[in-house]
């Protein structure tokens, strides 16, 4: 199958308005006959439920949690982009989206980066309108700050709870549709699988996680919001809830999966500090605006700081290598999160690491205290040093705050065309469990924003499109062989994990399975420790389905069964991601093959041989086992020049 990226002809800047004046349109009455199901009630999941009920159709939107003010979109911390040029600094449309494709490492598609950085403007706008408490400045206008990868101030905060107060906006927006009638909302449902009738994509299974129940759900078209699977290395900042099983149920049914190695490794986290640990903290991006990242220019001196013989505060600054700033002049320590969490590695494994176990670098506010004072830092970050320090029990206005790089984002997901639909019609994705605008690194503060643009002012526009040749298919039905065979499935699935009766619980898989993606899928890799990762990953499949030990009933609430049902899921995501990253054989973003570097250990892209997206597809064979094929879609950049990034100088 080839694949058709669907890119509107014509001019970069032109090609957005022209697809919005001549979709194809659906009637205020036949909207009213239309049913769109929403799976996700994160940032991207609850603006599109929002915008598609106000246009009138009718949506079910689903979501795990209690209540949709509780997705993983809440804990986002440091900000949103928009390219509104407030601050004067020569900011723009062009820059936002040329700063975005080289921030990704020329691996994402000119197009619906440019729609993306468009459309930033007018989420802020439509923030605003729904009472988000941006921060102000003094004047009153909306301030912004840095994030890496940029020399302009565009991020719009909060403080450092923005996800927060977005996701309080898009709530309120979507609680007026339910007030309304034209939202129907179901919390505490896990969709289980993906229904197909004639080839389209027709409704879901989900699982009731309160009564147990396995429940059908049919409309026009489906829509996947359900975030990242970050959580497949176990250990990392995501919600604990964050899982890839929609994803991964919709790959099964057809859809292709795009890019799955392309995982971002975020260089300012709380490092592990134990065994048990089941989560990591991330300490924001933001936070890079006044600190400064530094370890020991002595190994000695470094020996001194693990075993606290020595405080931060007794080294002068010239025993201090500020390794961000000497490396990249131009960005410093604002350099995008893949370059500055491979510099950190690269210090610690060279012996310069700090903390306990030598795996932490400083990041140091004393000179901005110096230079600001306190009160404007506590008021910059304030909730964060708390954070902080309720976490470590050490008080960072006083002592450097100790971070390392963890895992937070999956710039893969399901592979989507420019309408943001799958390679299923009738199959959208949107927010985090897409792959489209971030090529092979995400730049900070763009996550929320592309969330919002998919679901405020992309998804209005391309499901009306594909819905006005729908209107003469009438009331989809759940009473078909298609819906009953899919809910069979996945009460067969839950049987077999109940009967396994073994002797390991969930977590020792997971824990195990984080442990071989860190170690072989993770921040640096090798031929050697993919093909390694692949053999253990499958084994440990092997192992799971024959020992694992899921308690309880399918009846009723289970904990230990939804856990057990996005394991097995990671377990199989875990091994395509482990494939795609053998097969890349280039370093690019937040993909780093150890056989691809330049001479002074940077990331070395081939962009002879791999500048295209990796697009997989799931065949069953006869024996029952999957089968991924790979196609590309290959990038042409037209707009932008393409090069190897630099972060030392601005001349490029
Ligand atoms: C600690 C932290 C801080 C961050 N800070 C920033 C920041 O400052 N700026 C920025 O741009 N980005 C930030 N990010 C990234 C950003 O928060 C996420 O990428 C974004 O919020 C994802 O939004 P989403 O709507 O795609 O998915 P999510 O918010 O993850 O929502 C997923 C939704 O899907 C539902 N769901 C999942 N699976 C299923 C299923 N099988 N069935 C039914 N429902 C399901 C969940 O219940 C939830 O409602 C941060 C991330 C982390 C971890």
Same mark, same amino acid.
């Given at each position: ?30 909207? %009213? ?81 440019? %729609? ?13 309108? $729904? ?23 565009? =991020? ?8 927060? $107060? ?17 939202? $129907? ?53 995501? &919600? ?70 020595? %405080? ?22 604002? =350099? ?20 306990? %176990? ?33 976490? =470590? ?27 943001? $639909? ?10 985090? &469990? ?81 442990? =071989? ?85 940077? &990331? ?49």
């Amino acid at each position: 199958m080839a694949l058709n990226s669907k890119i509107p002809a014509g001019k970069l800047s032109e090609k957005w308005t022209n697809y919005k004046a001549t979709q194809n349109l659906v009637s205020p009455a036949n909207k %009213r006959k239309m049913e769109v199901i929403v799976v996700g009630t994160g940032l991207a999941g609850a603006a599109a439920a929002a915008s598609l009920g106000e246009l009138g159709f009718n949506v079910k939107v689903f979501c795990i949690q209690d209540s949709p003010r509780r997705a993983h979109s809440i804990a986002a911390q440091g900000g949103i982009n928009a390219a509104k040029n407030y601050p004067n600094d020569g900011d723009s449309v062009f820059r936002l989206f040329q700063d975005t494709i080289k921030g990704g490492d020329f691996r994402a598609r000119e197009a619906n980066v440019y %729609r993306l950085s468009e459309v930033s403007n007018l989420i802020i706008d439509q923030c605003v309108a $729904q009472g988000v408490p941006f921060a102000r400045e003094y004047s009153g206008l909306l301030d912004n700050r840095s994030f890496g990868g940029a020399l302009v101030s565009r =991020t719009f905060y909060a403080r450092g709870q923005t996800g927060q $107060q977005l996701l309080l906006g898009a709530y309120g927006a979507l609680s007026k549709e339910i007030h309304k009638g034209s939202v $129907q909302m179901f919390t505490r449902r896990e969709m289980l699988d993906l229904v197909l009738v004639d080839g389209r994509a027709r409704g879901i299974i989900t699982r009731n996680l309160l009564t147990g129940e396995i429940e059908k759900h049919a409309a026009h078209c489906v829509i996947v919001a359900t975030g990242g699977y970050g959580n497949v290395y176990f250990l990392s900042t995501n &919600a604990m809830a964050s899982n890839g099983s929609a994803v991964w149920q919709c790959f099964k049914r057809g859809a292709f999966f795009a890019n799955p190695c392309f995982v971002q490794i975020h260089p300012t986290c709380i490092p592990v500090h134990g065994d048990y640990q089941s989560k990591l903290t991330l300490m924001s991006e933001s936070l890079r605006n006044d600190g400064r990242i530094w370890v020991p220019k002595r190994k000695e001196d470094a020996e001194k700081l693990r075993k606290k013989l020595l %405080r931060p505060a007794d080294l002068q600054e010239n025993d201090r290598d500020y390794y961000l700033e000497r490396r990249y002049p131009a960005y410093g320590n604002l =350099t995008p999160r893949d370059v500055a969490s491979r510099a950190a590695k690269e210090r610690c494994d060279a012996g310069y690491g700090v903390g306990e %176990r030598g795996l932490a670098v400083y990041l140091d506010f004393a000179s901005a205290i110096r230079r600001l004072g306190k009160e404007i830092i506590a008021a910059r970050y304030g909730n964060l040093f708390q954070m902080y320090e309720k976490i =470590t029990d050490e008080n960072p206005y006083q002592t450097p705050m100790m971070i390392y790089p963890a895992i937070h984002y999956t710039m893969g997901g399901l592979w989507v065309d420019y309408e943001l $639909q799958t390679t299923i019609p009738g199959l959208f994705a949107a927010g985090e &469990a897409n792959f489209s605008d971030h090529g092979a690194n995400r730049l900070g503060a763009s996550a929320l924003m592309q969330g919002l643009a998919d679901g405020y002012f992309v998804l209005p526009y391309t499901v009306q499109n594909y819905l006005a040749d729908q209107i003469e298919v009438g009331h989809i039905s759940t009473e078909s062989v298609e819906f009953e065979s899919a809910a069979q499935k996945v009460k067969e699935r839950i049987n077999k994990l109940l009967s396994c009766k073994g002797s390991h619980v969930v977590d020792y898989f997971h824990k195990k399975l984080g442990m =071989t993606m860190w170690n072989d899928v993770g921040m640096s890799r090798n031929k050697a420790g993919l093909e390694r990762a692949i053999a253990d990953i499958n084994a440990l499949k092997t192992e799971f389905w024959n020992s694992v030990k899921v308690g309880g009933k399918s009846e009723g609430m289970n904990t230990e069964l939804e856990k057990a049902l996005r394991v097995a899921d990671f377990l199989e995501l875990g091994e395509l991601m482990a494939i795609d990253a053998l097969h890349r054989k280039e370093s690019c973003g937040g993909h780093f093959r150890e056989e691809s570097q330049t001479t002074e250990g940077e &990331a070395l892209r081939r962009d002879d041989a791999f500048m295209y997206v990796a697009a997989y597809e799931c065949k069953e064979t006869k024996d029952n086992h999957a089968d991924y094929v790979l196609h590309k879609e290959a990038l042409a950049f037209e707009d932008v020049e393409v090069k190897m990034r630099n972060y030392a100088s601005v001349e490029d």
